[in-house]
């Protein structure tokens, strides 16, 4: 078991790199948001979110950011309303 628990903490060292490369590219803003989670392998922006700030890492939001998220969730809204009026 001696190779496993090698094993277990080389990856667990390569995750780690890998993490500091991408917080770093991220800070550095060589690396987007989105960059990141491929990188890692996340699947949400919240995962990403949740490494920077564990890093106290800044998040690039920008007015334009604010925008596309107010529209996005005006489409939802609209849309959900439309299927709550259709469910009458």
Same mark, same amino acid.
Request: aromatic share 4%; net charge neutral.
């Given at each position: 078991? #001696?190779? *496993?628990?090698? *094993?277990?903490?080389?990856?667990? #060292? ?8 991408? $917080?770093?590219?991220?800070? &550095? ?6 960059? $990141?989670? $491929?990188?890692?392998? %996340?699947?949400? +922006?919240?995962?990403?979110?949740? *490494? *920077?700030?564990?890093?106290? $890492?800044?998040?690039? %939001?920008?007015?334009?950011?604010? +925008?596309? !998220?107010?529209?996005?969730? !005006?489409?939802?809204? &609209? ?10």
């Amino acid at each position: 078991m #001696i190779w *496993l628990r090698s *094993l277990l903490r080389r990856e667990r #060292i390569r995750r780690a790199a890998l993490e500091a490369l991408a $917080v770093e590219g991220y800070r &550095a803003q060589r690396l987007s948001e989105n960059e $990141v989670r $491929v990188m890692l392998g %996340y699947e949400t +922006r919240m995962q990403v979110h949740a *490494l *920077l700030a564990e890093h106290d $890492v800044d998040l690039h %939001y920008t007015m334009e950011h604010v +925008r596309q !998220d107010i529209e996005a969730s !005006d489409q939802l809204h &609209a849309q959900r309303m439309q299927e709550a009026s259709r469910a009458r």
